[in-house]
C-alpha cells in the first residue's frame, strides 16, 4: 500500500462511514436525520418514517459451522428491527437482498427465510420485496427496514444532558460468551475428526440463545410509553456497551460515568467467563450483539425508570470536560475506551 494511502482498519467502521458520507449534503426537505444514527428520518406528514439497512457476510458476522440457518435468518431480521426500536419507533416492513454461493440449496435458503418469516410474524412485521444474487464469496444477506414513528418523539443519539441517568435493558456480554463457547466447541470439534461429536451445552441454553437467536426489546419501548418516559437519548448495544456508550457521549457533546457494580450481568455469563478466565467486565463492556437498550433519561424521571422491570441505571451523564469512565468497585476511575466490535480490525487480524 502507498504511503500516502489509509488502511481502513485505522478509521474503524464509523470512521469509515463519516469519511465516506461527509461530503454529501442533504437536498430533499423530507430528509429529517440521514447519516449518523441508528436509523434515518424521513418526514412526510403526521408520521416520521424510519429506515436502517444491515449487511451480514459469512466469516465475518457469521459461520454456517455452527449457526443454524433459520436462526441466522432471524438474527439478520430482528437486528434491523432492533435499530427501529433504538429510535423509538416501530418496524413496520423490510427488504431482504441474498447473495448465496453454489453450495447452498434450495432448501438452505428456504430455512433462512423461514427464520426471517418468524421474526416478522413475532413483531408483526412484513417482508415486502429484496432481491437474490450469485456470489462467488458464500452467503451474504442485506435486510432493509423501514419503521414509523410519532412526530416529535424520534429519540437520537444526540439529546442526552448533564445530569441524566444512564439506563440499559437486560442484561449484558451473554451474546459474546455464548459465541465463545460456540468457537470453543467448533475448534474441539474439527479437533476430534469424527463427524458425529456432540458438544455439552447442558446449563448454557441461554448465552447460546444470547448469540443465536437475539431479540429486540420491543418490550422496553412499549413499558417506557406506558410510563410516559421519552428517553433524552437512545442507541441499541450492538458493537458493545463502552463502544454505544462513547458514541452516545460524542453525539450529544457530553461526558459520563457508568458504575462497574451496576452493569447487569447473567449468571450463565459469569460461569463462562470464569471457565474461560476471562475478565467479566470487560465481556460486558466490549462484547457486543446483546442488542439491548441503552438510553438517558432525565433525572426527574427517577423514580418511574428506576420501578421498570428489566431495566437497570448504570451510571450518568457529564459535562463533557469530565470525560467518559468506568468507575470500579473500589472507586477508581478509568478511561473508556471503545473496544468493541470492528468488522475492519477483525478482517486486518485474520
Known amino acids: 500500500m502507498p504511503n500516502n494511502e489509509t488502511e481502513i482498519a485505522s478509521l474503524g467502521e464509523f470512521g469509515l462511514i463519516d469519511r465516506l458520507t461527509r461530503d454529501f449534503p442533504i437536498v430533499n426537505a423530507s430528509t429529517g436525520k440521514g447519516v449518523g444514527d441508528d436509523a434515518a428520518v424521513l418526514e412526510y406528514g403526521s408520521r416520521e418514517i424510519l429506515v436502517t439497512t444491515d449487511l451480514l457476510l459469512e466469516g465475518i458476522h457469521f459461520d454456517v459451522r455452527y449457526v443454524p440457518l433459520k436462526h441466522l435468518g432471524y438474527k439478520a431480521a430482528v437486528v434491523n428491527f432492533s435499530d427501529i426500536y433504538a429510535m423509538n419507533g416501530q418496524p413496520r416492513q423490510i427488504t431482504v437482498s441474498i447473495g448465496v454461493s453454489a453450495r447452498f440449496t434450495v432448501e438452505h435458503i428456504e430455512a433462512i427465510y423461514s427464520g426471517i418469516r418468524l421474526a416478522c410474524e413475532i413483531y408483526g412485521v412484513d417482508l415486502v420485496g429484496g432481491d437474490t444474487s450469485a456470489s462467488a464469496s458464500g452467503l451474504v444477506i442485506s435486510i432493509t427496514c423501514i419503521g414509523e414513528g410519532e412526530k416529535g418523539k424520534i429519540v437520537y443519539r444526540d439529546g442526552a444532558h448533564d445530569t441524566d441517568l444512564l439506563c440499559v435493558s437486560g442484561d449484558l ?11 470453543r466447541e467448533n475448534s474441539v470439534a474439527a479437533a476430534s475428526g469424527t463427524a458425529d461429536f456432540q458438544p455439552d451445552f447442558a446449563g448454557k441454553e441461554y448465552i447460546l440463545e444470547r448469540q443465536l437467536k437475539p431479540e429486540a426489546r420491543k418490550d422496553i419501548i412499549e413499558a417506557l410509553s406506558k410510563a410516559g418516559i421519552t428517553p433524552t437519548s437512545m442507541m ?5 456497551l463502552s463502544s454505544e456508550l462513547l458514541h452516545i457521549c460524542k453525539a450529544s457533546k457530553a461526558g459520563c460515568r457508568v458504575y462497574e457494580d451496576k452493569i447487569p450481568i447473567d449468571y450463565q455469563t459469569a460461569c463462562q467467563a470464569e471457565e474461560f478466565n476471562m475478565n467479566l467486565v470487560t465481556a460486558a463492556l466490549n462484547g457486543g450483539e446483546d442488542y439491548e437498550l441503552l438510553f438517558t433519561v432525565s433525572l426527574t424521571e427517577h423514580d418511574r425508570v428506576k420501578a421498570l422491570p428489566g431495566v437497570s441505571i448504570i451510571g450518568y451523564i457529564t459535562k463533557p470536560e469530565l470525560g467518559c469512565a468506568l468507575v470500579t468497585r473500589d472507586g477508581q476511575e478509568l478511561p473508556l475506551k471503545a473496544q468493541g466490535w470492528n468488522a475492519f480490525a477483525a478482517q486486518k487480524d485474520a
Open 236 to 240: 441499541d448495544v450492538s458493537d458493545g
Open 173 to 183: 456480554g451473554a451474546a459474546y460468551m455464548g459465541l465463545q463457547l460456540l468457537e
